[in-house]
């Protein structure tokens, strides 16, 4: 599925936490799991280095794991993580965005900028989110009629393939805007659903959803339906202006009891 599952950790529990569910998948999907950090001084990097590698030596993950401190103060937190993830094609990004941990943290609003600065997907764990490998029947991919919301079809293939869930398409519409008839009520979702199922070769539901606070709508709807994963694309700039997934996509991991996959850049092959 993946050729290496990066963690970026902070130091706070929380952000360990999102290690326990890299873990699940990395063992899972057999691929190596790397702990990342980043400090600010070269002064200190030996011994959080040391102590992330006892937690990782004492932890039960049942995989291998490597550790890597970066440091410097010239590159954010996100610079140094999307580079690290840029270098090696094929990986995935698993982290927390909540966190109270050293002063160089890489969570927060460093997730969007490390979504920004990829075209590897991002599996971000929200404040309300339960830290564990994404488990459910479902896997909700969110569209708004743009091309970039389309290229995460192949994405949310791959997923519903790898976890074993029944893929579902969704799209909000704003009841207050009034749309074309080429994006009107269910066509959008419609036609990314045909697609999906045409490459995975299992039924697909479909479903508009009538709100004008979309990441509530998607995220409730994919909690409802007991959904493992919601997917989405990020910086949508064109289409219908139902959804604006650069704020959207965010504002759904800040709402969302579940995981959300986040991807940006090119579209992902099928792979799984």
């Not at 970066?70 to 966190?99: C, H, K, Q, W, Y």
């Not at 160089?104 to 590897?120: C, D, F, K, P, Y």
């Not at 493992?228 to 991991?253: N, P």
């Amino acid at each position: 599925m993946y050729q290496r599952i990066i963690v970026p950790v902070d130091g706070s529990q929380r952000s360990w936490d999102a290690v326990e569910a890299a873990a699940a998948l990395a063992e899972r999907w057999e691929c190596p799991l790397e702990i990342v950090s980043v400090v600010r001084f070269e002064s200190v990097r030996a011994q959080v280095e040391a102590e992330m590698h006892q937690l990782a030596k004492t932890a039960d993950w049942g995989t291998d794991a490597t550790v890597t401190v970066l440091a410097g103060i010239d590159r954010s937190s996100a610079e140094f993580v999307a580079g690290l993830v840029n270098d090696v094609p094929g990986s995935l990004v698993v982290m927390s965005t909540t966190g109270h941990g050293r002063s160089a943290a890489v969570l927060g609003s460093t997730a969007n900028e490390i979504v920004a600065n990829t075209t590897t997907p991002v599996l971000l764990y929200g404040p309300h989110a339960n830290t564990r490998a994404p488990a459910g029947d479902t896997l909700v991919l969110a569209v708004d009629g743009t091309s970039r919301s389309e290229e995460a079809v192949g994405l949310a293939g791959a997923w519903s393939i790898a976890l074993h869930v029944e893929p579902w398409v969704v799209t909000v519409v704003n009841p207050d805007v009034e749309v074309s008839v080429d994006t009107h009520d269910d066509v959008v979702a419609m036609h990314v659903a045909r697609h999906l199922g045409d490459l995975t070769g299992k039924p697909v539901q479909f479903e508009t959803l009538h709100d004008k606070r979309p990441a509530v709508a998607l995220t409730d709807f994919a909690s409802s339906i007991n959904a493992a994963l919601l997917i989405e694309a990020t910086h949508a700039r064109e289409g219908a202006d139902r959804l604006r997934h650069g704020s959207v996509a965010m504002a759904s991991v800040r709402h969302a009891r579940l995981p959300v996959l986040l991807m940006h850049g090119v579209g992902s092959r099928l792979t799984a």
